[in-house]
């Protein structure tokens, strides 16, 4: 990772945070450059991971917090997504959780 994170906001996004050990290890690269701010992203959280990762990011966005028996069991299906698939449904959770935030402003 280069330095070009340094005074900008980074997201980073899961499909889902059943375990923290990933996104913890990325997070804490990713803090290394000094960015403005880090923003974690799921639609679902497990209980624990959640608490975990909200000690370290600046803020955490998730549709769902479950226990940690029941991430997979949150979702109709849990097949893998092609790298095809990603950049469409990444600007789907942008576009939801800046409908969010202009929402609450509202």
């Known amino acids: 990772i280069s330095s070009r994170f340094q ?3 980074v997201m980073l996004i899961d499909d889902c945070l059943e375990t923290n050990d990933e996104i913890l290890g990325c997070l804490r690269t990713v803090r290394k450059q000094q960015p403005k701010e880090i923003i ?8 624990s991971a959640a608490q975990r ?3 370290e990011a600046d ?3 998730f549709l769902h917090e479950v226990s ?3 991430i997979k069991s949150s979702y109709l299906d849990f097949d893998t997504i092609t790298d095809e698939e990603i950049p469409g449904l990444l600007n789907l959770s ?3 959780i800046i ?4 929402s609450s402003h509202n």
């Open 94 to 96: 942008i576009k939801r």
């Open 40 to 47: 974690v992203a799921a639609p679902v959280i497990g209980h």
């Open 59 to 61: 803020s955490v966005k």
């Open 99 to 102: 409908e969010d935030q202009l």
């Open 7 to 9: 005074d900008r906001i």
């Open 53 to 55: 990762v909200i000690q």
């Open 68 to 70: 940690d028996d029941a």
